[in-house]
């Protein structure tokens, strides 16, 4: 929502996890649209192809320094691995001596993860399965995620989860910026989560994202997003 559309103010200043627009990217991330998605990204950045192609540049860069080039790039609180996979997958396609030096580390602190991540890579090519392993690690432990040599650690599932807070500086020292939440009016949204569907409008529309936005239905999520 633009300054200058008129709007309904639907919640008040405060920590930006606790904003409404937040709510909802939570809530869209439990029944699998995922934060990304509910905000109109195409892709996700933090596990996809773009992200790989920045962490393999580094592994040129580290291994420059190596006395074999071998570099061990470690994906701390992996999630679902596809982060790992498309290093690997990446830097096997740019430089293919490189990616059979290198050893590719996939940890996470829940077990089923480490499972599902299992699954992911295990359909890469032999030679590069061989480099990879998984292993149940707390990310706050020095013991279970440092590795000796030329190391990369990524960690863009850990940072994607740190609550986005937003803080300022001045004369006064550094205090949080908080966020209020605005409805544009004139806008109506089908909310499928009840039966039949309802339409929801200014006045009704903000007492449910004031009450409960995670209740709205993942299309009308979508629908509420560019309006507040």
């Given at each position: 929502m633009d300054e200058e559309t008129e709007g309904i103010l639907v919640q008040g200043p405060v920590s930006r996890p606790d904003s409404v627009r937040h709510?909802?990217?939570a809530a869209a991330w439990k029944v699998g649209a995922s934060a990304f998605v509910a905000n109109g990204v195409p892709f996700s950045f933090t596990t996809g192809p773009v992200q790989a192609a920045g962490a393999v540049d580094l592994v040129g860069?580290?291994?420059?320094?190596?006395?074999?080039?071998?570099v061990t790039v470690h994906d701390v609180g992996a999630g679902t691995g596809y982060l790992t996979r498309h290093v690997v997958e990446t830097l096997a396609d740019r430089d293919p001596e490189l990616a059979r030096l290198?050893?590719?580390?996939a940890s996470d602190s829940s077990p089923a993860s480490v499972a599902a991540i299992d699954k992911v890579l295990a359909d890469l090519p032999s030679e590069m399965h061989s480099r990879t392993s998984t292993r149940v690690a707390d990310a706050l432990s020095a013991?279970?995620?440092l590795v000796?040599?030329?190391s990369l650690y990524l960690m863009s599932y850990l940072m994607d989860a740190i609550p986005p807070r937003h803080a300022?500086?001045?004369?006064?020292g550094v205090n949080e910026v908080v966020v209020e939440t605005w409805l544009a009016s004139g806008y109506s949204v089908l909310d499928a989560s009840t039966t039949p569907p309802r339409v929801l409008q200014d006045e009704a529309l903000a007492e449910v994202l004031k009450s409960s936005p995670e209740s709205l239905s993942p299309g009308a999520a979508l629908q509420v997003l560019?309006?507040?």
């Open positions: 709510r909802i990217a860069f580290l291994s420059e320094g190596s006395e074999n080039r071998a290198c050893a590719y580390v013991k279970d995620i000796e040599g030329p300022m500086r001045s004369e006064e560019p309006l507040i």
